[in-house]
């Protein structure tokens, strides 16, 4: 079975600074995907970016980059100078390559203050 | 532009009655999920599906049944509704493969039960 652990509760940064977000995963599998979502605060869940496990170099996506260190099972999010619309919870997820179901993890929440 | 929608958005069900929850998507996807969101927990797979006609058990089915009687459509019935089903509950559809790997999330209904 996957898991997907995010050990920090909440973060607060302020404005225009780089945050790093972390989550370390555990899966059998040789084959998976790594996905950080964002969800605002009136619920909304959106996708921000993917890495591939079979890919070296870290997927970066407008001021959102990731920090893949597969001998430690760990996908880290990095979101360089932040803005107050930033504050949201983030949620780490993984799946298989093989399958269908995404796990998440309990998701960090990130304030941002000017 | 991906499109999920719920329906109801917010529902107050009694202990023992039936709830319906509706998800209808415009992206033509043929995997669809229903996820519920707790304090704590993050995200957790109630069911999903392949395709018009099937349903798959996730993570925490117990107490939940689904119905997928269409392409678009997904529905996440509760028979006999209890307490502990009080909850923000998602739908999401996705496909895997090309350059869609991400799932799209709905709105969200907010069920209490009393």
């Known amino acids: 079975a996957q898991k997907v652990t995010q050990t920090q509760t909440s973060i607060s940064v302020v404005e225009k600074t780089t945050v790093t977000m972390d989550c370390v995963y555990e899966t059998r599998d040789s084959s998976y995907f790594l996905f950080w979502y964002k969800q605002t605060a009136s619920g909304e869940i959106v996708f921000l970016i993917r890495?591939?496990?079979?890919?070296?170099e870290n997927a970066t996506v407008g001021h959102y980059s990731l920090n893949f260190q597969k001998p430690k099972s760990s996908i880290g999010l990095i979101i360089t100078a932040t803005q107050i619309e930033d504050s949201a919870v983030y949620f780490c997820a993984m799946r298989s390559n093989m399958g269908y179901k995404l796990t998440f993890g309990t998701g960090t929440s990130l304030l941002v203050d000017p | 532009e991906a499109a999920v929608t719920q329906s109801p958005r917010n529902k107050v069900a009694v202990t023992g009655g039936k709830v319906t929850l509706s998800c209808n998507q415009t992206n033509n996807h043929n995997n669809m999920y229903w996820y519920r969101q707790d304090t704590g927990h993050g995200l957790r797979l109630i069911h999903y599906s392949y395709g018009a006609g099937s349903t798959e058990k996730g993570d925490i089915p117990d107490g939940y049944k689904a119905s997928r009687p269409s392409q678009e459509n997904f529905s996440l019935i509760l028979e006999l509704a209890t307490p502990s089903q009080t909850s923000v509950y998602f739908c999401a559809s996705g496909d895997w493969g090309g350059s869609s790997y991400e799932q799209y999330f709905g709105p969200g209904t907010r069920l209490t039960v009393l």
């Open positions: 890495q591939d496990s079979y890919k070296k």
